[in-house]
């Protein structure tokens, strides 16, 4: 079975640029989540979607960050300007959500962006 | 508001010894608490939950966690430790209510031949 699958794996953008990330989840799972992940923290959820509805992106700061889940299936985080303190990992993790809160999340090997 | 706390940086274990990493967290109602295991240039990978029922759970590679409701705390065990335990842990918590986890700063783990 495939896992999460993002691209790039790495990412050096001078300040104000544009950059996306991609996440393809895997097969079968409706939820899809976005995290950023500070060097020594835990990661910290942006967006979280069921299918094709975000139904949390009360921590994604909009007016730079986007994101959209195409027909429910892959993402697309964007920023747009990039600010130094963006440089981050971003994480993306899927699951099969059934109400209940207990599943298991499977993450993506992450995007390593460096804001110059 | 809910958190969890991870009190040590990083442990130290000579391999073959048991390891222990500690996990604290705050809900408002009754917690899922998880431990997610991160190895170097690779995604954070489940180890284990506790939901309900007995207190001590068993997950992957020889791992096993004790609920504790008293000293709200989720720590993380093995009886042997292994150079190939080395990595980051993360403990993660969610109340009932809240589908939002809550993440640990995460606890460095060494393990020494």
């Known amino acids: 079975e495939a896992g999460v699958v993002q691209s790039p794996r790495y990412k050096i953008i001078e300040k104000k640029q544009p950059v996306a990330f991609w996440c393809n989840p895997i097969s079968g799972h409706n939820t899809l989540y976005w995290y950023r992940q500070n060097l020594g923290q835990g990661p910290e959820l942006l967006i979280r979607y069921e299918n094709e509805e975000a139904v949390d992106d009360s921590q994604l700061p909009k007016d730079r960050f986007s994101a959209e889940r195409l027909k429910g299936v892959d993402s697309t985080l964007k920023i747009q300007p990039a600010e130094l303190g963006d440089s981050a990992v971003y994480l993306c993790a899927s699951s099969f959500f059934q109400g209940a809160g207990d599943e298991k999340l499977f993450f993506g090997s992450g995007t390593q962006l460096s804001v110059l | ?113």
């Open chain 2, 1 to 113: 508001a809910q958190s969890v706390a991870q009190p040590e940086d990083q442990v130290n274990v000579a391999e073959g010894n048991p390891l222990t990493v500690k996990c604290t967290y705050s809900v408002s109602g009754n917690p899922y608490l998880f431990w997610y295991v991160q190895y170097p240039n690779r995604g954070l990978q489940f180890l284990l939950k506790y939901i309900t029922g007995d207190n001590l759970v068993k997950g992957s590679y020889g791992f096993e966690a004790e609920f504790n409701k008293s000293q709200t705390s989720f720590h993380l065990k093995k009886p042997s430790a292994l150079v190939s335990d080395s990595a980051l842990y993360f403990c993660a918590v969610r109340d009932g209510s809240n589908y939002q986890l809550i993440w640990g700063a995460g606890t460095k783990l060494i393990i020494k031949p």
